[in-house]
């Protein structure tokens, strides 16, 4: 049975696009040029453009048109790693691992209720009324959008000596070395909650994700603790499902030190 019109025309201008006559980015031609060039109605291209759409290869911006979606190169984050690194160490390495170039925010620090934040208050163990510092930055891999970081502290740490965490800087040794050498808190393990849910206005904005709300974000809670067993911080990461992939490595694998490498992971 020959399929119909509109996956005909979808399948002609998929061959395009794969084959790179359309380029990403690139701009489809209108819907008049679309229906005088296959002889089809308004609503059969319009059919088709939604099946190239739900395979990920357009989007349809409104009042600008139709255009070909630019194809992401994944950036591997390893989610089980050495609990004494700061995850701003990793995210440095990895980057320099998979030959890419990471970059950062400025810092923007808040001091925030412990009760306007409930489930990081509960997984801190702050009695109500208690007070949070949040450190949030932006992360980008090669000028691209790839992650939004909020760390959210216990605000006694910072009455206890750990005052630069108050400070919007960048704490160039790491949070986590700088708590074990001020505080002699050390980080000696992590827990990690993920959950896949739509991204809100702000992220959809950041990361220039399309309208249609068909990539998610994923988020990722994770919650330290030092050598005492008491959490000292809360990490809450949101990485677009588009430009993102984990590795998880349980054990050491025999004749390997350290974690796979990168070409392993794209097997």
Do not use: C, H
């Amino acid at each position: 049975m020959a399929n119909p019109l509109y996956r005909t025309i979808a399948e002609n201008l998929r061959e395009q696009i794969e084959s790179g006559i359309l380029k990403p980015g690139s701009q489809l031609p209108t819907e008049t040029v679309l229906r005088k060039r296959y002889g089809a109605s308004r609503n059969t291209i319009r059919d088709a453009i939604r099946w190239l759409a739900t395979l990920g290869l357009v989007e349809t911006k409104p009042g600008q048109g139709t255009f070909v979606v630019k194809k992401m190169d994944p950036f591997v984050t390893t989610l089980v790693a050495d609990p004494r690194t700061g995850d701003s160490e990793t995210y440095k390495s990895e980057a320099s691992e998979q030959n890419r170039k990471p970059d950062l925010s400025e810092v923007q620090v808040e001091i925030q209720l412990a009760s306007a934040n409930p489930k990081i208050a509960a997984w801190l163990k702050l009695p109500e009324g208690s007070q949070l510092i949040s450190r949030y930055q932006k992360r980008f891999i090669d000028d691209t959008p790839w992650s939004m970081q909020t760390s959210f502290y216990p605000r006694d740490l910072g009455v206890e000596g750990a005052d630069r965490l108050s400070d919007p800087a960048d704490i160039e040794e790491g949070v986590v070395k700088y708590l074990a050498k001020t505080l002699g808190r050390q980080q000696v393990a992590y827990s990690d909650l993920i959950t896949v849910r739509a991204p809100n206005a702000t992220e959809a904005n950041f990361f220039n994700l399309p309208q249609d709300g068909r990539i998610s974000v994923y988020e990722i809670f994770r919650t330290a603790f030092d050598q005492a067993g008491q959490p000292v911080r809360v990490t809450v990461t949101v990485y677009p499902t588009d430009r993102n992939q984990f590795m998880v490595t349980v054990g050491e694998v025999p004749g390997r030190k350290g974690q796979p490498r990168a070409e392993d992971r794209d097997a």
